[in-house]
């Protein structure tokens, strides 16, 4: 089914809540109004409430050791791609991951370092002769207003890296992970597809897709960890126990995949 704008919009003002920052933002700003209220026993213990909630917040989920190594057993759910495998597909099916509308400063759309980087994969695979066609995913995902349209900007990478463009198909409709799975099996119909998209998005989407009777193969394209989670301990630095933005993004990301692995399941979508 697909959402209206007005439930698009919920929906994505409700993933904010589900992110470290906003609850880092609303602890502090708790914090902050307690202290600059009149002192009482009550607010005394709000306010231990909410600096002990900022620091939980930020201290385990903040540092690389606690969420970096978290997303790593996430990302081992995707297993890389057998590159001897020889077969041929119906179709190779990149999800977007985001684009970059031009404005005063930025001259042109451009994709997103997910997308370049899936829309790059989609590409080698075709021009190794693992399917016939190259179908690329996603829409206008804006709330506000109009923005480019994903697949049109992946399209016109891939062309450059030489792919033909009677060999891509568009889809320019979908704006989730589970309207890309339903409008490419409205393009494709039932068949086997080679599945390109991010390492810690495979789990989700292979899920998604096979239920919409796909016969799924996933190629993960870019891993976020560098090592498994076993094998961390020999690369961890002690700058990797310290509260970092790049330990909240790593949260962020495994965040929002299990929530909305979770989501979809109890939606009856996987």
């Not at 005394?44 to 409430?49: A, E, I, P, T």
């Not at 990478?157 to 009677?166: D, H, I, K």
Request: glycine content about 8%; some cysteine; proline content about 7%.
């Amino acid at each position: 089914m697909e959402l209206s704008p007005l439930l698009f919009g919920l929906y994505k003002f409700a993933k904010f809540f589900l992110y470290p920052v906003t609850w880092l933002a609303f602890s502090l700003g708790w914090l902050t109004l307690i202290l600059l209220l009149p002192y009482s026993p009550r607010r005394h213990n709000k306010l231990r409430l909410f600096g002990l909630s900022a620091c939980f917040i930020l201290l385990p989920l903040g540092t690389p050791m606690v969420s970096g190594s978290l997303l790593a057993w996430w990302e081992t759910l995707a297993p890389p791609f057998d590159e001897s495998v020889s077969r041929r597909f119906d179709a190779i099916v990149v999800l977007g991951g985001g684009v970059k509308a031009h404005g005063t400063l930025r001259p042109d759309d451009s994709l997103s370092e997910f997308s370049l980087e899936r829309t790059t994969c989609g590409a080698d695979l075709f021009l190794r002769n693992f399917a016939p066609k190259l179908v690329l995913t996603g829409g206008d995902a804006r709330v506000f207003g109009r923005g480019p349209v994903e697949s049109v900007v992946m399209a016109q990478w891939a062309t450059r890296l030489g792919v033909p463009r009677n060999a891509i198909v568009a889809e320019t409709k979908s704006r989730t992970t589970y309207e890309n799975a339903v409008e490419a099996r409205a393009l494709l119909g039932p068949g086997s597809v080679l599945l390109v998209t991010s390492a810690g998005h495979i789990p989700r989407a292979v899920a998604l897709f096979r239920k919409q009777g796909f016969q799924v193969t996933p190629y993960p394209c870019g891993y976020l960890s560098k090592d498994r989670p076993e094998d961390l301990s020999d690369t961890f630095t002690p700058f990797d126990a310290m509260p970092q933005l790049g330990g909240l993004a790593a949260a962020e990301f495994l965040i929002n995949e299990v929530m909305g692995f979770a989501v979809y399941w109890l939606a009856g979508k996987v």
